[in-house]
């Protein structure tokens, strides 16, 4: 069954699966050997030592764990295929990308604003606050010290590397559901039958309340996951309007 549906993938999203894939298993190699990949690869916050340019290219081919890539594969798999067949694969590979970078930039400045609310400024020496790293960048305490706030907002935002393709994946949501508003889905959890459009609005939907109502400890980068969806609804409407076809 594996066999078969691997060969009747188009081209970019089997590239890349196979992308992913191979970072992923790198990632838990290389873990072993104490080596963070997620450490170098992953999205850092613009104001912290770690911020590498390139991360803005490579934390979406990166995952926190076999459960965060198997969800974000199959997604691409299951929404990805159908519209790299309407769209041809170098306008799919273009709206990947496209939305996956949107994401984080709605996720950057949504950190920039949080960080700004607690420390009064965007980009705070973090050599003041009480906090941390270990020798393989893991921050070992998440509590500020008064004159920021008393809050873990900051080191948290400072510390935490963004990873995964979902800001991207959202978007192919995004995209379906505007092609193909009435197709009927069947969720995994729980499995129940959900026409495409409303499966895109109650995703928006929580991603929404989720990244306002956040909770501590939550590492979910819920703002990136709406900013796929709001880049990908906007370049399908681009597209539509310069477009003779229905797509």
Do not use: C
């Amino acid at each position: 069954m594996f066999r078969s549906m691997f060969a009747n993938m188009p081209g970019v999203v089997k590239n890349l699966v196979i992308i992913n894939g191979l970072f992923f298993l790198a990632t838990v190699v290389l873990e072993n050997q104490e080596i963070s990949l997620t450490y170098e690869l992953g999205l850092h916050y613009p104001g912290s030592e770690n911020f590498r340019p390139y991360q803005l290219a490579t934390h979406f081919f990166m995952h926190a764990g076999f459960m965060h890539i198997f969800f974000n594969m199959f997604a691409l798999i299951v929404f990805g295929s159908q519209l790299e067949r309407v769209w041809g694969s170098k306008r799919f590979l273009l709206f990947y990308l496209i939305t996956a970078i949107g994401a984080s930039l709605l996720h950057i400045g949504i950190q920039v604003y949080e960080v700004y609310q607690a420390a009064g400024q965007a980009f705070p020496d973090l050599t003041v606050l009480d906090a941390g790293f270990n020798n393989r960048g893991e921050f070992m305490t998440v509590t500020d010290p008064p004159e920021y706030g008393g809050k873990s907002v900051v080191g948290q935002n400072y510390a935490r590397p963004t990873v995964g393709a979902s800001g991207a994946v959202y978007g192919l949501i995004a995209a379906f559901a505007l092609l193909f508003p009435n197709t009927q889905l069947m969720l995994l959890f729980p499995p129940i039958p959900i026409k495409a459009k409303w499966l895109a609005l109650a995703l928006a939907a929580f991603a929404l309340y989720s990244g306002y109502q956040r909770t501590d400890g939550d590492s979910v980068a819920h703002f990136a996951h709406l900013g796929g969806m709001i880049f990908g609804f906007i370049l399908v409407k681009i597209w539509q309007k310069n477009s003779t076809t229905f797509y």
